[in-house]
């Protein structure tokens, strides 16, 4: 089992910035993919970005490239979305999401159905 536990999302202006939080327990987090997925009012979930469980391979939403950036920090167990030049149109529920991969992958996931694992998601509203 993993748990996961957002944190970061607020209310912001067009054009600012925000960092997410992402703090995994239960299973060794360096074992684990990432992925970050949204949800606005209405809408199904949709990718937003994915990271290997080294690091070392990353993937973007063509709606985030560039202003988005996923990292993670497996000494501290904790994936991070850095979102800049936010839009109206990136408001919605964030969720973290993990997929056990062992050791020998280091591939980035965009399928939301390839995560076993979820967490409660954040709130990011950004107002224009």
Do not use: H
């Amino acid at each position: 089992q993993v748990q996961l536990v957002e944190s970061g999302g607020g209310l912001v202006q067009a054009g600012g910035s925000l960092r997410l939080s992402c703090a995994a327990s239960g299973r060794t987090f360096s074992s684990c993919a990432m992925g970050w997925f949204r949800q606005a009012p209405g809408k199904e979930r949709e990718f937003v970005t994915a990271i290997s469980r080294s690091g070392g391979s990353t993937s973007y939403a063509d709606f985030v490239k560039g202003r988005f950036t996923i990292s993670r920090d497996n000494a501290k167990n904790t994936v991070y979305l850095q979102m800049s030049s936010l839009k109206p149109e990136d408001t919605a529920v964030y969720y973290c999401a993990a997929k056990d991969v062992g050791y020998f992958n280091n591939v980035a996931y965009e399928n939301q159905y390839q995560y076993g694992y979820w967490g409660q998601g954040t709130q990011v509203t950004v107002s224009s």
